[in-house]
């Protein structure tokens, strides 16, 4: 599960970067402001890069709140008893 998360969050990231270039690329032919175009690209952009950058850290997030959970969690079985 945990390689399909990392994997989800690079996936995003790195298509908010390829939106941001294509926006860029296409700003001419697009029937939009190019200062609100412009705009559109460089936070898309910029998300989508520090998405990527900073997945590592997220994975480890995760990883210590998903054992901190388990840790903690009780299971009971069928007659009230812990297992």
């Known amino acids: 599960m945990k390689k399909h998360i990392e994997m989800l969050l ?3 990231g790195v298509l908010l970067a390829a939106t941001a270039i294509f926006f860029t690329l296409r700003a ?3 029937s939009i402001d190019s200062s609100t175009l412009r705009l ?3 936070f898309t952009g910029t ?3 520090s998405l990527v950058i900073m997945v590592p850290r997220i994975m480890v997030e995760f990883e210590e ?3 901190a959970s388990v840790s903690h969690r009780v ?3 069928g007659n009230g008893q812990r297992r």
Request: net charge neutral.
């Open 65 to 67: 709140h998903w054992k």
């Open 28 to 30: 001419n032919s697009l």
């Open 40 to 42: 559109i690209s460089v």
């Open 10 to 12: 690079y996936f995003f």
């Open 75 to 77: 299971e009971w079985i």
């Open 47 to 49: 998300f989508g890069i």
